[in-house]
């Protein structure tokens, strides 16, 4: 019997011993993927395009046969329950429908006269229209660092290169990608421009003009900067400069909506359980994405941008101030698009196509302009989940109206196989969180992944490409195209695509790869369920066995104490990991609740610290066995590393 029991300690020794050294190797892989070289970018290099496109958009009832079937159908399929749409041309408008429901309950139709909309970050383009104006007016100087304009608080001087104004327009300010702050559906919780702005400074993970980065947190100190220089409140100065010239008596940036346009605003909805769910209003950083506005609006908007700022017999903006806006500035190679001062390029169709998407929690929009054509697209929708439809509706109305000759057929290199290993792997975005909780996001498919095919393709999410110049990838059935490029540092590769020409991605080592991450975890959550559920059950098997529930009351006092530990801290982070879960689904954040589970992983770090104390007061004291005893430590080492784990996650302390 003593044998029987002594192989069964030899047991549990190795198998903590095991886990325990599993875990040791998984933080410490964790913790070798901190690093953020310097990079640079290809010369110019010129590109194959499609034939020029022939113009068929000539029948306005031609177009809404064919508006109305693609928006009836994408409804359906993507349960939204509204949407509207318009398109100018040649300076007029050319067509505006609504489709569904504003307010489902209510039975209100979508009007695209008067139905208001929430249209996210299509906001953009009125903060950098308005930043422009003062640009031209000699009150703004695009090479000035950003802190000359600020009166309350400066940008952290992380890098020797100063964040222009410049940079804010082009997304290369070199910020990290962060939604604390961004957005909420508690009033009390919406802060003006600039305490947003002075609260919520995010890091700079890379110097200016890297890459172009997309961030809301540099259009929101855009946003500010015109307040601080115009001395007027960024929305009035918006209303003022642009609303009123345009006739947009329907567009706003003020949160709530006034009267009587919040009689008229379309609700957004999300779809749950078989039914559509009215979501609240959503108050949000204001320049970055706070615009309500009508199709109709949007249309005076867009055409006066494709006129080059003229509206009528009045100038908005200067035309060179308009040219400068649509044309590009920046990008990472000529080949992809790039992007114009606040505008993106979206070209495609061998057409010169820039403009805006737009996403809340409950809205979508897209505002498109086909400058060469002067022909200007506009869609919203009012449902979660919206934003593909958007662009889906985009790309069909091009291949209609704009059509190109299919793009020719690729022989891939015979040689590639050679090197397709190269560019195998996980890629993080550069356009994400760096230093707050929001990091551990990344578990949740921020990553993507890159595999060869045997038929001498890559697969890329959504798509395949075959290599046609070194390092350059085109799609097998398009123009859309990729461009892989290695850092200076000669051991990180970047990935940049065509279609998100603000976020880049970069490879990361296979420590830093998902399944490596959700492994490692997966180790931990053995090591919990291990001391949650062991312990107290084999406290149960040794009553049964006639031992009696403890082996002494100071191995009863650690084992106690552990348990409370690893009770506490799972709680903490899988109630964190579980709200995060809701917030991708559509929930608006509430960041006491975010505040309530960091603390209780806090509370845990701390019921650790105190177990690891009794723990090593037990080998001095050498109160119960031997193998006990190195179950004991073997835990508490183990709920170490995976508290620094979490240290490396953003997830000890309030990072937020």
Not at 152 to 165: E, G, S
Not at 236 to 258: D, G, H, N, W
Not at 313 to 332: P, Y
């Amino acid at each position: 019997m003593k044998k029987q029991q002594a192989k069964k300690h030899d047991f549990r020794i190795v198998s903590w011993f095991l886990l325990g050294a599993l875990c040791v190797f998984v933080v410490v892989s964790v913790f070798k993927a901190v690093n953020h070289p310097e990079r640079d970018y290809p010369s110019p290099v010129e590109t194959d395009q499609p034939e020029t496109a022939v113009d068929r958009l000539t029948d306005p009832r031609e177009l809404e046969t064919f508006i109305d079937g693609v928006v009836a159908s994408q409804l359906q399929a993507n349960r939204i329950p509204g949407a509207v749409v318009s398109v100018v041309k040649s300076g007029m408008p050319f067509f505006m429908k609504g489709y569904g429901y504003a307010d489902v309950e209510k039975r209100t139709k979508v009007s695209p006269d008067t139905t208001v909309f929430r249209a996210g970050s299509v906001s953009k383009l009125f903060t950098w229209t308005a930043l422009m104006s003062l640009v031209e007016q000699g009150k703004v100087n695009l090479k000035e660092d950003v802190n000359h304009y600020l009166k309350d608080f400066r940008i952290p001087a992380t890098y020797p290169q100063a964040i222009t104004v410049e940079d804010l327009l082009l997304h290369t300010a070199g910020f990290e990608d962060s939604g604390i702050g961004l957005i909420t559906s508690d009033p009390n919780d919406a802060l003006p421009i600039g305490a947003y702005c002075e609260r919520y400074v995010p890091a700079r993970v890379m110097p200016p003009r890297t890459y172009p980065v997309y961030s809301n947190y540099g259009t929101a100190l855009a946003g500010l900067i015109v307040q601080q220089v115009s001395g007027m409140p960024f929305e009035k100065y918006v209303e003022e400069q642009i609303c009123k010239p345009l006739s947009m008596e329907r567009t706003t940036f003020a949160q709530p909506l006034p009267e009587p346009l919040a009689g008229s605003a379309a609700r957004g909805y999300v779809w749950n359980k078989g039914a559509y769910a009215a979501g609240p209003f959503e108050y949000i950083a204001a320049p970055a994405g706070a615009v309500s506005t009508t199709a109709a609006d949007m249309a005076k908007f867009m055409i006066m941008h494709l006129q080059n700022g003229r509206a009528g017999d009045r100038w908005i903006i200067k035309e060179k101030t308009a040219l400068d806006m649509h044309r590009r500035q920046f990008g990472v190679d000529e080949r992809l698009n790039g992007v114009c001062y606040g505008f993106i390029q979206m070209n495609r169709n061998n057409l010169q196509v820039i403009g805006q998407d737009g996403a809340t929690k409950f809205f979508s929009a897209f505002c498109i302009l086909l400058a060469d054509k002067g022909v200007g697209f506009f869609v919203a929708y009012n449902g979660a989940g919206s934003v593909s439809a958007a662009y889906d509706l985009f790309n069909l109305f091009c291949d209609r109206y704009y059509p190109v000759p299919p793009a020719p057929a690729v022989t891939p290199p015979s040689d590639f196989a050679k090197h397709a290993d190269t560019y195998e792997g996980y890629y993080l975005p550069l356009r994400r969180p760096y230093s707050t909780f929001e990091k551990i996001g990344i578990l949740f498919g921020s990553q993507i992944k890159v595999s060869a095919r045997p038929d001498g393709t890559l697969y890329l999410p959504d798509a395949r490409v075959v290599e046609v110049s070194p390092n350059y990838f085109r799609k097998v059935d398009g123009y859309s195209a990729g461009i892989f490029k290695t850092a200076k540092d000669g051991k990180r590769l970047m990935l940049f695509m065509d279609a998100v020409p603000v976020n880049g991605f970069e490879k990361v080592e296979w420590y830093d790869a998902a399944p490596f991450i959700r492994l490692s975890l997966l180790s931990f959550m053995l090591v919990f369920a291990c001391v949650i559920i062991g312990y107290p059950a084999g406290a149960v098997a040794r009553f049964l066995r006639g031992d009696g529930l403890l082996v002494s009351r100071w191995s009863a006092i650690v084992r106690v104490s552990l348990w409370l530990a690893a009770a506490v801290l799972l709680y903490g982070f899988l109630g964190l990991i579980g709200y995060i879960v809701m917030l991708t689904q559509g929930a608006l954040p509430d960041y006491a609740v975010v505040r309530l589970f960091l603390t209780g992983i806090l509370a845990g770090v701390g019921l650790l610290a105190v177990s690891a104390a009794l723990v090593a007061a037990n080998w001095a004291k050498g109160a119960g066995t031997l193998a006990g005893r190195i179950r004991d430590a073997a835990a508490v080492a183990a709920m170490v590393l995976f508290a620094l784990w979490l240290h490396s996650w953003n997830l000890i302390g309030y990072r937020m």
